[in-house]
């Protein structure tokens, strides 16, 4: 059973959700009351990130749906990735990805940019042409997003950026060409579970496209004095739902004239 913190400690609550990932088992509801706005959200998120014991590799960006906007006013949410669970396959390899098997799990085919350059620490507005501009790739990718705590997603984005934004890693396929001089709408994308075929879509399944999420977490990042870095990879949306999977399951998706990307789901060990 999970003992019980208030909002307004968010270094306990961090320390309960830390506690569970390292420990990779699962929770049954979380760890004391939920905070009450995306500031005690985020506040429970750097703490936790404060005590990860790895290095910030890059960002997750999330949509949040209209139904929750009256809890969290903001159209997107940011949670961190870490090094460890960085995967950076070599063509065809099959990555074998680690989730939490009690509580939550899915995959998502993304679009995912590396940043080619520091951001400059003090800019917090961007446009789609200056964070273009920052941009060394991009490549196609699935996020892990997975948590300790089974019902995440039910209880909605305050949950979810206080535990790391319900990531749990990040597989970075191969470069798309030309991106910058390609029409939008031809960035397509489609996943299959199992050989299964589970959805389809692309950049313009992203509400202001993959751009839209970089404009957005360079700011965000930049208020909360992270600003991004050079090496650092933001994955930005899920582009053809979220594709619940469970450990054995096998994910692929296929991002049109770029290549695929595959993984095998295993059980998260313990760090």
Known sequence: MNRSVAADRPDEIAAQLVDARRKARGLDRFPGSLPENATQAYA????????????????????????????????????????????????????????FAQGFAAVEAEFVFRIGEDAPPALMDWTNESAADLVSSLHMGIEIASSPLATIN???????????????????????????????????????????????????????????????????????????????FVCTGATTGIHAVVVGDEAEVEFEGAGKVHCRIREATPC
């Not at 906007?69 to 990555?95: D, N």
């Not at 396929?173 to 579970?193: H, K, V, Y």
């Open 44 to 99: 429970c998120q750097d703490a936790g990130i404060a005590l990860w014991p790895d290095t910030l590799a890059g960002w997750k960006v999330g949509w949040v749906g209209e139904e929750w906007r009256s809890q969290f006013p903001q159209e997107r949410l940011a949670g961190p990735v870490f090094a460890r669970a960085l995967y950076l396959p070599r063509a065809g390899e099959v990555v074998e990805a680690g989730i």
């Open 154 to 232: 039910a209880l909605g984005p305050r949950a979810i950026v206080a535990d790391f934004g319900n990531n749990a890693g990040l597989i970075v396929g191969a470069p798309i060409s030309d991106w910058r001089r390609r029409d939008e709408a031809s960035l397509r994308s489609s996943a299959a579970i199992n050989g299964k075929p589970a959805g389809r879509g692309g950049a313009t399944s992203l509400p202001g496209g993959p751009l839209g999420a970089l404009v957005f977490v360079l700011g965000h990042c930049a208020r909360r004095g992270l600003p991004l870095r050079a090496g650092q």
